[in-house]
């Protein structure tokens, strides 16, 4: 059925249970995991009248920091997956719209299956914080497959 599946964290506890649900499917399937994460782009600074909020961080440290963090966390869940006995590859992008990054990614690695995890936020508040799930569902060909 599915042979290369991807998940699409983002380092949260919530994420993590969609790698656990990846893993426990790719197991019976005899299937391949990649594992993806997309990282925001510095952020500009913001203005305002008579302010300038700007970031405490240079952009090669943010670039650094960013990078680490994807790195551990990539490499944490392929560590997992291989204790499994999944085949696991990682990808990292930098993205300020993950959705197109994850659909991007599993084109290239053609997946044929993405799993993801939501929050389940609905109303005013997805539309304030957006839905990065919400956005791949809405845009990928691909089966999703959601765990909240």
Not at 48 to 54: I, W
Not at 105 to 131: P, W
Request: net charge positive; glycine share 6%.
């Amino acid at each position: 059925m599915y042979k290369n599946i991807m998940v699409a964290t983002d380092g949260s506890k919530l994420s993590s249970k969609a790698v656990k649900a990846a893993i426990a499917l790719a197991k019976p399937l005899g299937a391949k995991l990649v594992v993806f994460y997309a990282s925001p782009d510095y952020p500009l600074p913001v203005y305002a009248e008579g302010a300038v909020f700007s970031n405490y961080v240079s952009k090669s440290q943010y670039a650094k920091e960013r990078e680490a963090f994807g790195q551990k966390l990539l490499d944490d869940i392929a560590r997992q997956a291989d204790a499994a006995g999944i085949p696991a590859q990682t990808e990292y992008g930098v993205s300020n719209a993950p959705f197109e990054a994850i659909l991007k990614a599993a084109g290239r690695r053609k997946c044929d299956l993405i799993v993801m995890a939501s929050h389940g936020r609905r109303g005013v508040s997805a539309l304030l914080l957006g839905s990065e799930t919400q956005k791949v569902l809405t845009h990928s060909k691909l089966p999703v497959l959601v765990v909240r």
